[in-house]
């Protein structure tokens, strides 16, 4: 037995989600059909606002809806060290520490042979030409602590050398297979402490 087309549809939309399976995907979509009409759509024009307003910010490619972002436009952060993270979340996780105060650079994304993500893939070029520019004293490299973060780490650590910048590493602090995003902030505040030069 089936639904009616628009739920089967709404369905199918919800599962393409990360973590959505079939069972998921139907609740939230007899959730949203049992919400008051103007909640649902006020779900639809929040979509609607994010994919029409959201883009990466021409400096440091964060998520934004500003150009540059607020990290980038802020005065009173060192410009002179920029923290490298592989996604927008693993910046906001860094933020909560509240003791970070140079600036950042999405990579949106880490090395992974396997699945046929290359350099070319990422936001490398970006933070190339930003540490060819001038003025920047440190590349903090805060990849996540797995397998492909530790390449991706390894590998900026050999593109950023010829440049002349000092390029450090977050200690271990965060656990080895775990993601920035779930580290408490004492936890993410000691590593960016105890960092180290690669």
């Known amino acids: 037995m089936s639904y009616a087309d628009p739920i089967e549809r709404l369905v199918t939309a919800l599962k393409r989600l990360p973590g959505i399976g079939h069972k998921s995907a139907q609740r939230l979509a007899f959730a949203i059909l049992h919400q008051?009409?103007?909640?649902?759509?006020?779900?639809?024009?929040?979509?609607?606002?994010?994919?029409?307003?959201?883009?990466?910010?021409?400096?440091?490619?964060?998520?934004?809806?500003?150009?540059?972002?607020?990290?980038?436009?802020?005065?009173?952060?060192?410009?002179?060290?920029?923290?490298?993270v592989e996604e927008p979340n693993n910046l906001l996780a860094i933020e909560k520490t509240r003791e970070y105060k140079g600036v950042y650079h999405v990579l949106h994304g880490s090395l992974s042979p396997l699945r046929g993500i290359g350099p070319e893939a990422l936001r490398i070029d970006e933070l190339l030409a930003r540490v060819r520019a001038g003025g920047v004293r440190e590349v903090i490299l805060a990849t996540n602590p797995t397998v492909e973060g530790e390449q991706t780490a390894a590998y900026l650590s050999r593109v950023l050398k010829p440049l002349g910048v000092k390029t450090s590493r977050i200690a271990i602090g965060i656990p080895v297979g775990s993601e920035i995003e779930y580290t408490d902030e004492v936890t993410m505040s000691k590593a960016l402490e105890g960092r180290r030069e690669v």
Do not use: M, N, W, Y
């Not at 008051?36 to 490619?61: G, T, Y």
């Open 36 to 84: 008051p009409r103007d909640e649902s759509l006020e779900l639809s024009a929040a979509i609607q606002e994010v994919k029409d307003k959201i883009r990466l910010c021409s400096v440091c490619c964060h998520i934004t809806d500003i150009d540059p972002c607020r990290f980038c436009a802020d005065e009173a952060r060192d410009h002179g060290l920029i923290c490298v």
